[in-house]
């Protein structure tokens, strides 16, 4: 049970912390995409991700990734407890900039897939995925 | 125990048969067919018998109740994540195990013949009279002639080995017995059948008679065939049996649920299995 | 672990020069390290982290993986088959060991 001097104290810890200089701080997902990109802008053509508008299953989504020219490709899911998906690199004997994958979202969320394409310059677009809990299930 | 009246229930039967072929739905398209490869036609879609449904307009594979994207991962046998279990259980079937230094293959041949139709009448009434499904069949020849230990009912080695028998019957329809020894036991899971269990008062038919077609949350309800067994779910990403599947329907109207391998689901498995006579047996089906 | 069996699947015909469909396919429970067991504890994470495919040596593919790649992981891409030769793919576990399938392809 709290006692009032525990009430007080917290209550200045509280306002202490609140006083303090916090810059913004950047989410998990806004650091994976400075990991690929470095910061650089990306444009917002170029990329396209194909992926059903209702998941079947959170579980097991299907997805492909296309970005003619790329030489990589990330895909980030926001809203995922961790972001980072999967990155592809393209070699001397990739037929295309193309891959398809099954993922698990946790949740309705907007998928995100940057591509780096040949001349070095980002682009990315994103899709928002609905997550559904089913009815029943087992 | 109850029942429904025959009028209140075909009305609640057309009124789903409208919301499943209503032009609303997008999906599933109920005009869509199941073919394997390219090359293997599916039956999904049976005329109803009266002795058997006769408060279903037709019988429905639960393959065409999930979306697009589901089903076709279903055709492709690359594709099928449930296949990678299949060659599990070939490579099972061909090796030896316990005293008697045996492998399935020694006895019954290449599966694709020893095995052939096996499914498609699973469960099935042994010499003994006694009602047994495939996962028994396979222990009492693993325990009896083998001399090896029995598989856990819904262990890997025995789903694995279940898929790969119901792959032999593949295309196959549905034809389990139900009369003579068979009947009692068709009864009694006719009656589990139509019995509300559990907290929300739900049976089988509440849901799967009743209500396939329309969602439950956001799953679409299908008519809960049992002819696409061992299931690979999206959901847990592996095989699942039919029991452990019959076991988690149970335990979601918040009842207790009988037991994995017991006669009650054996029977509620002859009963179900029946209400799908003439579905094409799907070996390993893919679906939510 | 279950004995990991990979799969691959490439088009039966194509010419030198094509661009052809490359189909793989793998059983891994790709455990993502967030689930826990019956008992409470978290079940510790093991996935496919890294899967390559190389054709004749030269890369094809090169994807790092992370637990949010569903389980049984399925990847399909394109790789351009300028002669016949050998398709080499390698899937990298968490627990070091490594997965590997070779598939001949001849150009007609």
Redesign the interface.
């Known amino acids: 049970m709290l006692t009032r001097r525990d009430t007080l104290a917290i209550g200045l810890g509280v306002s202490a912390v609140a006083m303090l200089p916090v810059t913004a701080s950047a989410t998990p997902v806004d650091d994976a995409i400075a990991a690929f990109t470095g910061g650089a802008d990306m444009a917002d053509s170029g990329v396209t991700i194909t992926a059903?508008e209702?998941a079947?299953?959170g579980?097991?989504?299907?997805i492909?990734i296309e970005a003619e020219g790329a030489s990589e490709i990330m895909i980030i899911?926001t809203g995922?407890?961790?972001p980072?998906?999967?990155?592809?690199?393209?070699?001397?004997?990739?037929?295309?900039s193309?891959?398809?994958?099954?993922?698990?979202?946790g949740r309705t969320q907007d998928v995100m897939a940057i591509a780096k394409l040949a001349d070095g310059s980002y682009a990315s677009t994103q899709v928002e995925v609905k997550v559904?809990?089913?009815?029943?299930?087992? | 125990m109850q029942h429904l009246k025959p009028a209140k229930s075909l009305a609640l039967a057309a009124a789903c048969m409208a919301m499943f072929t209503g032009v609303a739905f997008a999906d599933p398209d109920p005009t869509a067919e199941l073919v394997i490869d390219g090359e293997l036609h599916l039956v999904t879609r049976a005329p109803s018998e009266d002795d058997i449904t006769p408060y279903l307009p037709e019988r429905y594979s639960g393959w065409l109740f999930?979306?697009e994207?589901?089903r076709d991962?279903q055709m492709d046998d690359f594709e099928n994540p449930g296949l990678l279990t299949v060659d599990a259980g070939l490579a099972a079937w061909e090796t030896a195990e316990g005293t008697a230094g045996q492998s399935c293959q020694d006895c019954h041949g290449d599966i694709e013949d020893g095995m052939a139709g096996v499914r498609a009448i699973m469960p099935h009434v042994n010499a003994d009279g006694e009602l047994r499904s495939m996962e028994d069949y396979v222990n009492t020849c693993r325990t009896e002639r083998m001399g090896a230990e029995a598989w856990n009912w819904n262990g890997g080695d025995m789903i694995a080995m279940t898929a790969a028998i119901s792959m032999q019957s593949r295309g196959m329809p549905v034809a389990v017995a139900i009369d003579g020894e068979a009947a009692p036991y068709w009864e009694q899971g006719r009656d589990l059948y139509y019995t509300r269990f559990g907290q929300l008062e739900l049976s089988c038919a509440s849901?799967h008679e009743e209500s396939y077609g329309l969602?439950?949350?956001?799953?679409h309800?299908s008519q809960g065939q049992i002819n696409g067994f061992p299931t690979y779910?999206?959901?847990?990403?592996r095989l699942?049996s039919i029991h452990?599947?019959?076991?988690?329907?149970i335990?979601?109207t918040r009842a207790e649920t009988f037991s994995i391998g017991s006669d009650e689901l054996r029977a509620l498995e002859l009963y179900v299995a029946s209400r799908g006579t003439g579905l094409s047996v799907e070996g390993v089906a893919v679906r939510? | 672990m279950t004995e990991v069996r990979p799969r691959i699947r490439l088009p039966r015909r194509a010419s030198a020069g094509?661009?052809?469909v490359v189909k793989t396919l793998i059983n891994h429970t790709m455990e993502?390290g967030?689930r826990r067991n019956s008992a409470g504890e978290n079940i510790p994470r093991q996935i496919i982290n890294r899967f390559t495919c190389?054709?004749?040596g030269?890369?094809?593919?090169?994807?790092?993986?992370?637990?949010?790649?569903?389980?049984n992981?399925?990847?399909?891409?394109?790789?351009?088959?300028d002669q016949s030769g050998d398709f080499v793919f390698n899937w990298y576990d968490d627990n070091g060991e490594t997965y590997t399938a070779t598939e001949t392809f001849e150009v007609s």
């Open positions: 059903p209702i079947e299953n579980n097991t989504v299907p492909t899911a995922n407890p961790t980072g998906v999967g990155r592809f690199m393209f070699g001397e004997a990739s037929g295309s193309l891959i398809a994958t099954r993922m698990r979202l559904t809990i089913g009815g029943c299930g087992g | 999930r979306s994207g589901t991962i849901c969602n439950i949350r956001a799953d309800l779910r999206l959901k847990n990403a699942n452990n599947r019959f076991r988690g329907c335990r979601d939510n | 094509d661009s052809i993502s967030q190389e054709f004749n030269v890369m094809v593919i090169d994807a790092a993986l992370e637990p949010a790649i569903s389980a992981p399925y990847m399909e891409f394109e790789a351009l088959v």
